[in-house]
């Protein structure tokens, strides 16, 4: 089951945080990628948004070189990937998990829209 999340650490010491600051506390996780090229993709697609902490769960294929072919100039992010077995160790120190999905579905919470998700990210943060 693919899932992406977007978690935000919880540590903090109560001061207030620049954007970048902000943005250094998220974390994307990938839930068993399947296709090493995602992963690269995914580690492009953080670098233009100002986000470079990968979290990887159970990958099919990693290291790879065509994550890091796909990754282009966002290869730390990728160097950089932490690899773990479960979903719980990904998130265990995070304060905001939130998930993403390309199928419709209702599980419980009212889906958000991804300008609800950002705000609700960035508070978070």
Not at 11 to 40: C, F, K, M, W, Y
């Amino acid at each position: 089951m693919n899932q992406n999340l977007h978690a935000i650490d919880s540590a903090t010491d109560g001061s207030p945080l620049s954007g970048e600051a902000l943005l250094e506390r998220v974390r994307v996780v990938l839930v068993a990628p399947q296709h090493p090229g995602n992963i690269g993709a995914a580690a492009r697609a953080m670098m233009n948004m100002g986000l470079s902490r990968l979290t990887l769960v159970r990958p099919k294929r990693f290291p790879s070189r065509e994550a890091f072919y796909r990754a282009s100039s966002a290869k730390s992010v990728v160097e950089n990937a932490q690899v773990v077995e479960r979903l719980e160790d990904a998130v265990a120190d995070c304060a905001w998990v939130l998930g993403s999905s390309a199928r419709p579905r209702h599980l419980g919470d009212e889906p958000l829209h991804p300008e609800q998700a950002a705000s609700g990210l960035l508070a978070s943060a």
